[in-house]
């Protein structure tokens, strides 16, 4: 038996190394993914615009959008449910974060995307980044980390309900 456990051992160990051969190191990290859906009698238009105006007033720069949807339509010659991935960016706070540590890089720009199910209900959907990650971070940055994290939530929730 102990033959049987020590093979087993080699064998665990073998796959660890070829697993890592490819130079890759990974960074376990706990995520949130946030959602809400969008009111009934908001349009997908209406929220991207309220998605845009709240960004602003949190003074996140829009940099840019990726409309999935026209890529899948594009590839399969088929209409697609609407998907779109908005791109926001707090430069300073990243500036920051980056700083603090090289892995946060992740999490850059801040995506929220909004999309329509299958059904035709619209969503707003965000990775949220790890919290203990953000408290273990020097005050300065930790409260700059927090802000941008607020103004996320508060950018989905102004798209679900279209408030400008």
């Known amino acids: 038996m102990k033959t049987l456990q020590a093979l087993f051992a080699i064998l665990l160990l073998a796959a660890a ?24 009698d908001i349009s ?38 609407r998907m779109e991935i908005f791109n926001f960016c707090d430069g300073l706070t990243a500036n920051k974060l980056l700083a603090a540590d090289h892995m946060m890089i992740a999490f850059m720009p801040c995506r929220i995307a909004i999309i329509e199910d299958k059904t035709g209900k619209r969503w707003v959907i965000s990775m949220m980044m790890d919290l203990k990650m953000i408290q273990a971070m020097p005050e300065d940055t930790r409260k700059s980390a927090e802000k941008v994290m607020a103004a996320m939530k508060d950018m989905m929730v102004a798209a679900s309900t279209g408030d400008l």
Do not use: C, M, W
């Open 44 to 81: 997908f238009d209406d929220a991207v615009e309220s998605l845009k105006l709240r960004a602003n007033q949190h003074n996140l720069k829009f940099v840019g959008v990726n409309k999935l949807y026209k890529e899948i339509e594009s590839l399969t010659g088929k209409p697609a449910k």
């Open 17 to 40: 190394q070829l697993a890592d051969a490819d130079g890759l190191s990974y960074t376990n990290v706990q995520l949130q993914i946030a959602s809400v859906q969008v009111q009934d």
